[in-house]
C-alpha cells in the first residue's frame, strides 16, 4: 500500500444503499401509522360508547332478594367457641382470649349481685328496610344485613316472624319487640 492508493475515488455499492433506504421508509410508514391509529382510537371509544361502556344484565334491574341461606349477623372468635364433646373443666383451663381486663373473681361487690339479665336503657338501634322471599333486609350502626326467621339480631335476640300487618311488613323478635318497616 502507497499513499496514492488512498486517493482514488472508490463508487458507493448501490445494493446496500437501497435496502436501508427502503427500511428506513418501512420504518416511518409503519410509525405514521400507529401515529394515527392512536390519535384516531380515543376518538372511535368517545363516539361508541356501548361497544366498551359496562353492561348491566337485565337481571339486576329486579327488587327480588336472591334466595341465600341465613347467616348470623355477629362473627365468634374461634377461641371463644366451645366445645360440647370436651369433658375437662373449663375453670382449670386459661383464658385463651387476650382481652387485657383482670377478672374479678373472689372479690366482693359492696352494691349485691348484679341483675343477670340487665336490659340495655332504650330500644335497639336497627330498623326494617325491606321484606322480600321470607328475608328481611335490617340496618344499624355498624352496617345491613340480610336475615330470616331464627337468624341472630343485634340486640342479640332471634328472629322469629316475618309478617304483614295493616298492610306494612313487621318482623317480631324472640324478645316479643316489634319493627315495622318506615
Known amino acids: 500500500m502507497t499513499d496514492s492508493d488512498a486517493d482514488v475515488p472508490v463508487a458507493p455499492l448501490k445494493g446496500a444503499a ?7 421508509k418501512l420504518l416511518k410508514g409503519t410509525g405514521l401509522v400507529l401515529a394515527a391509529l392512536s390519535a384516531f382510537f380515543p376518538w372511535y371509544v368517545f363516539f361508541n360508547p356501548d361497544k366498551f361502556g359496562i353492561h348491566a344484565t337485565q337481571d339486576d334491574r329486579t327488587r327480588i332478594l336472591p334466595d ?3 347467616r348470623n349477623v355477629f362473627s365468634v372468635s374461634p377461641l371463644a367457641m366451645v366445645n360440647k ?3 375437662t373443666p373449663q ?13 374479678d ?5 359492696p352494691k349485691g349481685q348484679p341483675p343477670e339479665d340487665q336490659p340495655f336503657p332504650g330500644k335497639s338501634a336497627f ?12 340496618q344499624d350502626g355498624s352496617g345491613i344485613y340480610l336475615v330470616r326467621v331464627g337468624s341472630i ?4 335476640s332471634r328472629l322469629a316472624t316475618i309478617e304483614q300487618r295493616n298492610g306494612k311488613w313487621v318482623i317480631v323478635t324472640s324478645k316479643g319487640e316489634i319493627y315495622a318497616h318506615d
Do not use: E, Y
Not at 437501497?18 to 428506513?24: C, F, G, I, N, Y
Not at 373473681?105 to 361487690?109: A, C, F, M, V
Not at 339480631?153 to 342479640?156: A, E, F, G, Q, S
Open 85 to 87: 364433646n370436651d369433658t
Open 153 to 156: 339480631l343485634p340486640d342479640n
Open 127 to 138: 330498623h326494617l328496610l325491606h321484606v322480600a322471599n321470607g328475608r328481611a333486609l335490617i
Open 105 to 109: 373473681i373472689g372479690k366482693d361487690d
Open 68 to 70: 341465600w341461606p341465613a
Open 91 to 103: 375453670t382449670t383451663l386459661p383464658d385463651q382470649i387476650n382481652t387485657a381486663t383482670i377478672t
Open 18 to 24: 437501497r435496502k436501508s433506504a427502503l427500511s428506513d
